[in-house]
Antibody
Framework: QLQLQESGPGLVKPSETLSLTCTVS??????????WGWIRQPPGKGLEWIAS???????SYNPSLKSRVTISVDTSKNQFSLKLSSVTASDTAVYYC?????????????WGKGTTVTVSS | EIVLTQSPGILSLSPGERATLSCRAS???????LAWYQQKPGQAPRLLIY???SRATGIPDRFSGSGSGTDFTLTISRLEPEDFAVYYC????????FGQGTKVEIK
């Protein structure tokens, strides 16, 4: 069964770059049916989609974050990654990696457990 | 950007009661590309409903979704103890956005 696991530093300093990796196990990231994405949830708040990537490298970004976000994929490692630059305290959140389809399958059907990232000096 | 507004913010009900959750979109959601998720404390969300009314694999039939255009509803016919949680709607027809959530709490 497909599993997603986030990894990366739990603490990032303001103005620095947050870097996270999601490792996909139990299946291949190089499937034609799915995108791979990042979603975050600030403490006590709702969900916010950040970005998604196809195994070929095609990307889509949340317009409100696009200027600070880079998403990439490494098919040889079955991983995809997120970089968020110039972070502030408002970027403190649980970050989830996720799988979703496209068009009528664009919903998220598999989630990672999430990793907490705190932005603080 | 399509903004999703969920109501009420908090729904206080007893086990066995019916829960009706609303999700209203700022503009029409194309092809009913709307999903509902359940989230319990400390856990990732879980997909309940997609395509506005199709239940995800393994979801009990007490959960049902309806609606189209700008108005969507999630109904839980009879609340079980494990159903007390936060519920989010999400549209995936134009980029992807989430509602702010409805908490279903025990009365």
């Amino acid at each position: 069964q497909l599993q997603l696991q986030e990894s990366g530093p739990g603490l990032v300093k303001p103005s620095e770059t947050l870097s996270l990796t999601c490792t996909v196990s139990g299946g291949s990231i190089s499937t034609s049916s799915y995108y791979w994405g990042w979603i975050r949830q600030p403490p006590g708040k709702g969900l916010e989609w950040i970005a998604s990537i196809y195994f070929s490298g095609s990307t889509s970004y949340n317009p409100s974050l696009k200027s600070r976000v880079t998403i990439s994929v490494d098919t040889s490692k079955n991983q995809f990654s997120l970089k968020l630059s110039s972070v502030t305290a408002s970027d403190t959140a649980v970050y989830y990696c996720a799988r979703h389809g496209y068009y009528d399958s664009g919903y998220v059907d598999v989630w990672g457990k999430g990793t907490t990232v705190t932005v603080s000096s | 950007e399509i903004v999703l507004t969920q109501s009420p913010g908090i729904l206080s009900l007893s086990p066995g009661e019916r829960a009706t959750l609303s999700c209203r979109a700022s503009q029409s959601v194309s092809s009913s590309y709307l999903a509902w998720y359940q989230q319990k404390p400390g856990q990732a969300p879980r997909l309940l409903i997609y395509g506005a009314s199709s239940r995800a694999t393994g979801i009990p039939d007490r959960f049902s979704g309806s609606g189209s255009g700008t108005d969507f509803t999630l109904t839980i016919s009879r609340l079980e103890p494990e159903d007390f949680a936060v519920y989010y709607c999400q549209q995936y027809g134009s980029s992807r956005t989430f509602g702010q959530g409805t908490k279903v709490e025990i009365k």
